[in-house]
């Protein structure tokens, strides 16, 4: 924390219990939400809300909605008929054209523009998809195995016992199918939960979504349209950092298996305060200049603009959330799953 002597007035004072009370109901909330997750107490609101479009049978889904999360919910898309290998395909794309844009960026300006909290939400979505990459590459592994090993079963079965026996056994071709991606999915949820760098993955995703929302509602809704001034411009690279974010992160919402809690807020609101917190440090230090006006303390309407942006928290969170929500309710409704 900044030294006390930066804090020199009362709505000063204020500002930091604001920020200090938040910090401790995040993680407080953290320690709380994390440790139901790993005891299944939540798992039951879960399976009503996620089971219903999962790739296997009952038992499956009701098992894989749980927000602990498991190996196979970081790279299987919800879809069925959708190969892993897509989800790794969109993820390695957003991670090298977001990758490209923040070069772009930094060419353009400097190394102060990453004093933004846009330049570190779009860093901490870059690390999410670079995360999910390597765990997409994997799972893609994994998933290529089981299917040489279900397709040498198959042909051991036709050469040992001819096709009217394998057909008695396994089902028509249709149920094969359904078969072999109950297998593979039943395996799965044996398997060890998701890991260290699994649950990483899961906190950068949806810290990410808030942090999103957050940075591209205030730029679309506020900056643009009311402070038109001199030295701020929209230009394309402006409009590439306040969207391609949103829309990355979106389409691999769409295609993911990942649950979103509502727990995991707390990452996002505790992102927020380590932000604010740097900034103070930084004019602790003697930096004089301010990226966003309203994190200026040498005003006493600081307190008011501290407990608007912490209340804007969770609209933004809640929006995702509601995204989230929308598809896994009306996704099935509009694209039946295949027989």
């Known amino acids: 924390m900044p030294s006390m002597a930066f804090f020199t007035h009362w709505y000063d004072l204020l500002c930091l219990a604001m920020i200090t009370g938040a910090v401790l109901v995040s993680l407080w909330g953290i320690r709380r939400g994390e440790d139901r997750s790993k005891s299944g107490d939540d798992e039951a609101a879960d399976r009503a809300k996620y089971g219903v479009l999962l790739a296997t049978d009952d038992a499956d889904s009701d098992e894989r909605a749980s927000s602990t999360v498991r190996s196979e919910q970081l790279w299987m898309s919800r879809w069925r008929a959708l190969h892993p290998a897509c989800l790794l395909a969109l993820r390695l794309v957003a991670a090298l054209t977001m990758a490209g844009v923040l070069l772009w960026d930094l060419r353009t300006y400097d190394w102060s523009i990453m004093l933004y909290y846009t330049e570190w939400?779009?860093?901490?979505?870059?690390?999410?998809?670079?995360?999910?990459?390597?765990?997409?590459?994997?799972?893609?592994?994994?998933?290529?195995?089981?299917?040489?090993?279900?397709?040498?079963?198959?042909?051991?079965?036709?050469?040992?016992?001819?096709?009217?026996?394998?057909?008695?056994?396994?089902?028509?071709?249709?149920?094969?199918?359904?078969?072999?991606?109950?297998?593979?999915?039943?395996?799965?949820?044996?398997?060890q939960k998701s890991g260290f760098w699994?649950?990483?993955?899961?906190?950068?995703?949806?810290?990410?979504?808030?942090?999103?929302?957050?940075?591209?509602?205030?730029?679309?809704?506020?900056?643009?349209?009311?402070?038109?001034?001199?030295?701020?411009?929209?230009?394309?690279?402006?409009?590439?950092?306040?969207?391609?974010?949103?829309?990355?992160?979106?389409?691999?919402?769409?295609?993911?298996?990942?649950?979103?809690?509502?727990?995991?807020?707390?990452?996002f609101v505790l992102w927020s305060c380590i932000y604010v917190i740097f900034q103070w440090i930084l004019h602790a230090h003697g930096f004089s200049w301010w990226p966003y006006r309203f994190l200026d303390l040498s005003t006493p309407w600081a307190p008011l603009w501290y407990f608007c942006l912490a209340l804007l928290h969770i609209p933004c969170y809640g929006l995702y959330s509601l995204l989230v929500t929308a598809k896994n309710t009306l996704f099935p409704k509009l694209f039946h799953k295949r027989p």
């Open 121 to 191: 939400t779009f860093s901490l979505v870059i690390i999410y998809f670079l995360i999910a990459t390597c765990m997409s590459a994997h799972g893609c592994w994994i998933y290529a195995k089981h299917a040489k090993e279900n397709d040498e079963a198959d042909a051991f079965f036709k050469g040992e016992f001819g096709e009217d026996l394998h057909a008695t056994l396994i089902g028509t071709s249709r149920n094969r199918k359904a078969s072999k991606s109950h297998g593979f999915c039943a395996h799965g949820d044996k398997e």
């Open 198 to 267: 699994g649950y990483l993955m899961q906190i950068a995703y949806q810290t990410s979504a808030g942090a999103v929302a957050l940075t591209d509602i205030v730029f679309w809704g506020l900056l643009v349209p009311f402070l038109s001034v001199e030295h701020f411009k929209l230009d394309l690279l402006m409009g590439c950092m306040h969207s391609l974010n949103f829309v990355f992160l979106l389409l691999d919402t769409a295609l993911n298996s990942l649950p979103f809690p509502w727990f995991r807020m707390a990452y």
